[in-house]
């Protein structure tokens, strides 16, 4: 008798595993992992690592990420940034090593935090007393909409850019090596 009950109630819970797994196992997937990184030359480098989340639809800056509220600057771990060398970022002093970036997105308005802080998983944010410095970033809007966030460096004369691509908000701060 047991065999017959147990055979049914096999076949029950593997087919409703494999019919949850085909609908994506319902619960989210991690983000991507991505980098970017600014050749400041001479060897001297930048290397930042974050995972990328996706709009999927979703009104991301005052809705998912919420305004005046320190968000993670991605998803998962924290954001890091490493830097070969001493740079200046947004006109503050950076020595080199290794750090955590985390931003507070308003609608007009963004703050950079540079955390000496490493290995976090990001969120809730307990480390101001490890902060490095807290910068003012540049705003703009894109003409487009940006489906996956995006850490990028754009170089310049002087160092690079860091820009922050996600939805329709671009926030930038300039770097230049010291």
């Not at 055979?7 to 196992?25: D, K, R």
């Not at 305004?67 to 503050?92: H, I, L, M, Q």
């Not at 950076?94 to 998983?121: C, M, Q």
């Not at 480390?127 to 490095?132: G, H, Q, R, T």
């Amino acid at each position: 008798m047991q065999k017959r009950i147990a055979f049914p109630a096999v076949l029950a819970i593997l087919f409703t595993t494999a019919s949850f797994a085909q609908m994506g196992g319902g619960g989210s997937k991690p983000s991507p992992a991505a980098s970017a990184t600014c050749d400041l030359g001479g060897g001297k480098t930048i290397k930042t690592e974050y995972s990328s989340p996706r709009m999927k639809g979703r009104k991301i800056y005052g809705g998912l990420v919420p305004y005046g509220e320190v968000w993670r600057t991605g998803a998962n771990e924290a954001t890091t940034f490493v830097t070969s060398a001493d740079v200046v970022v947004g006109g503050k002093p950076v020595t080199a090593g290794s750090y955590t970036l985390f931003t507070v997105p308003t609608a007009d308005k963004w703050t950079l935090i540079i955390n000496k802080k490493t290995g976090e998983w990001g969120i809730p944010y307990k480390y101001e007393k490890d902060e490095l410095a807290r910068l003012d970033m540049k705003v703009s809007k894109l003409p487009a909409p940006v489906e996956n966030f995006t850490i990028a460096y754009d170089k310049t004369t002087t160092g690079c850019t860091l820009r922050l691509d996600w939805e329709t908000t671009r926030a930038t701060a300039d770097i230049t090596a010291k």
